[in-house]
């Protein structure tokens, strides 16, 4: 059993912390210099995300990457998140993480960290200027895509349960909410 990390008093807590912290196996986020641990995903949310991996890993081009969680994308020396799934330009990868504002993030929405996911990580991935953030819901289901315009997110296309959209942004790919599901 490992020891339990400690953290500087007195100021926020940085990258560089999260860094030093062991690989417990935990999923940790900074928000502002505050920690966040996530819990586990559930088997449903994991199907999610392998199918949107699969679907835009096919067509997605060569400029670009897509890599599911646990990836750290560093939006400031005191914020890190890991989306459920995120799209960024090869050379913003390093050894460690994503490194600024990732062309696309996505969150698979959970009873857990629904409130996180709609709320405070688009609230924050629009702030730095990632250009797409989608949000998916196994239960109803429902795919929502935003893409920034004039620095506000602007709903580019939603999909209820087996509605096929076409999408452009960050590339063309076409999905339904209930394909990610079933």
Request: proline share 9%; net charge negative.
């Amino acid at each position: 059993m490992g020891g339990v990390p400690t953290f500087p008093h007195g100021r926020p807590l940085t990258w560089a912390d999260l860094e030093a912290m062991p690989d417990d196996g935990h999923r940790f986020e900074l928000v502002d210099g505050v920690l966040v641990m996530s819990p586990s995903p559930r088997p449903v949310h994991q199907r999610v995300v392998a199918r949107l991996l699969v679907a835009l890993t096919a067509v997605c081009p060569p400029e670009l990457e897509v890599l599911p969680a646990p990836v750290d994308v560093v939006l400031a020396d005191d914020t890190v998140f890991i989306p459920d799934l995120v799209v960024g330009r090869r050379e913003q990868f390093t050894r460690q993480a994503l490194m600024g504002p990732p062309v696309l993030a996505v969150e698979v929405l959970s009873p857990r960290t629904r409130h996180v996911d709609l709320e405070l990580k688009r609230a924050k991935f629009q702030e730095v200027g990632c250009e797409n953030y989608w949000m998916i819901d196994y239960d109803s289901p429902w795919l929502r895509c935003l893409h920034l315009e004039n620095g506000v997110y602007v709903e580019q296309a939603r999909s209820d349960g087996e509605e096929i959209i076409e999408l452009q942004f960050p590339f063309a790919v076409k999905l339904s909410a209930q394909s990610l599901v079933r």
